[in-house]
């Protein structure tokens, strides 16, 4: 009996609804939530870069840890540095390249919002490009050696490797989503 009472009420509330005039809402809402959608659906190419700065801090302390970047280390080990030499010093360079800014595009594929990595991807080649090139100002900075055609190996694995592994990223992401929602 309870619920044929609440179900009445509801469809009296419902009706009631239905049956209230529409009004237009005020044109300053309208374009405060268009404006909104817009940023939301179109970020700032330059916020962005500045959040995959911040995860390149991060990351590169890391990738640190266990191989050295232009003599760079926090650590004694020289890590994935023998492993590489054994393939001379361009292809040692060009890996730790990859490794260094791959792997904080990669994690930014993974944690930024959907249309963030959609901008990112967008402007990959400028934003990877960039962070290299300032990559490579830091380590200056901090009084690295860097020597001219190994630093040219060093940037095209940064800027190849980065944009593959933000590829990858992006592409297990949507493939995630699609298992999570499947």
Not at 74 to 88: A, D, E, I, P, R
Not at 95 to 123: A, T
Not at 138 to 146: I, K, N, Q, R, S
């Amino acid at each position: 009996m309870d619920r044929d009472k609440n179900n009445q009420h509801w469809l009296t509330e419902f009706t009631e609804f239905v049956e209230t005039p529409l009004s237009d809402a005020p044109s300053e809402l309208g374009r405060n939530i268009r404006s909104y959608v817009i940023r939301e659906l179109n970020p700032n190419p330059w916020g962005i870069f500045t959040k995959i700065s911040f995860v390149q801090v991060i990351t590169g302390f890391v990738t640190l840890l266990f191989c050295p970047q232009f003599g760079l280390s926090f650590t004694q080990s020289h890590g994935l540095l023998h492993l590489l030499m054994k393939y001379g010093e361009a292809v040692c360079m060009f890996g730790c390249g990859v490794l260094f800014v791959g792997s904080s595009l990669f994690v930014s594929s993974l944690i930024l919002k959907r249309d963030e990595v959609r901008v990112l991807r967008k402007n990959r080649l400028l934003q990877t490009a960039v962070l290299s090139f300032l990559t490579v100002g830091t380590f200056l900075c901090f009084g690295a050696e860097v020597i001219g055609p190994l630093t040219l190996a060093w940037l095209a694995g940064s800027i190849l490797g980065g944009i593959a592994t933000l590829e990858m990223g992006s592409h297990l992401r949507k493939w995630g989503t699609k298992v999570i929602y499947a």
